[in-house]
């Protein structure tokens, strides 16, 4: 698997399968074959890119996924590969009867991570943490006072160096960016989380600070 992540937001284009390859048809321009194998996340804006069934359930079975997005270019649905493991029914089980204990103490461990990832950028492009390393040792399980958000604060403005910066969601600035590469990071992480099989629903937030090491390409 070499992760490579598919953006057909550009141009229209055809998707059809042949011999485990996804095939790109664009007019007056060659035609195109990636190994379905090698495909981590295909992302589908352009309203003009149409696909077949065997696109789907090839990129599904080789492992990859489909995120499909609406007029304005935001993901609005996956399609997982669901049957990626042969103890898939057994861990899906196990899964729904961890107690709610382990479930927050999984929680801490990604909320930290999350904050460490963040402090470890902000001394990469500002030369200091700006406070978020002290946090890291105050989220307790469940993270019940929010530490993440506390994070959040003091890390979003840093980064893009814009003291009046807030993550909203609903804005027209850098979040709508931010709301397309969260979507497909959160994309790559149920896949891994499905490869195991596991579920993903609920397993990944909105906003999880995750580092991903692939090729994007644009269409």
Request: net charge positive; with cysteine; aromatic share 8%.
């Amino acid at each position: 698997m070499i992760n490579r992540i598919l953006d057909f937001s550009e141009a229209p284009a055809r998707l059809r399968v042949r011999v485990a390859q996804l095939v790109v048809l664009r007019e007056d321009r060659p035609e195109v074959s990636v190994p379905l194998a090698d495909l981590a996340v295909v992302v589908v804006a352009h309203p003009q890119v149409t696909y077949t069934q065997a696109v789907l359930s090839g990129l599904a079975e080789a492992g990859g996924v489909f995120v499909a997005c609406d007029g304005h270019n935001l993901p609005v649905g996956m399609l997982l590969p669901l049957a990626a493991h042969f103890a898939q029914a057994e861990r899906f089980a196990a899964q729904a009867r961890a107690p709610l204990p382990v479930r927050k103490r999984l929680w801490r461990q990604i909320v930290r991570a999350k904050i460490e990832a963040q402090a470890a950028l902000l001394v990469e492009l500002r030369g200091m943490d700006f406070g978020l390393k002290a946090l890291v040792s105050h989220v307790h399980s469940g993270d019940p006072s929010n530490v993440e958000a506390r994070a959040a604060r003091r890390y979003w403005p840093q980064v893009f160096a814009d003291l009046d910066f807030r993550r909203h969601r609903e804005n027209e600035d850098q979040n709508i960016l931010l709301n397309y590469g969260y979507a497909v990071l959160r994309a790559i992480v149920a896949r891994a989380i499905c490869t195991a099989g596991l579920h993903p629903s609920g397993s990944v937030r909105q906003g999880a600070h995750i580092g991903f090491q692939g090729c994007l390409w644009n269409w």
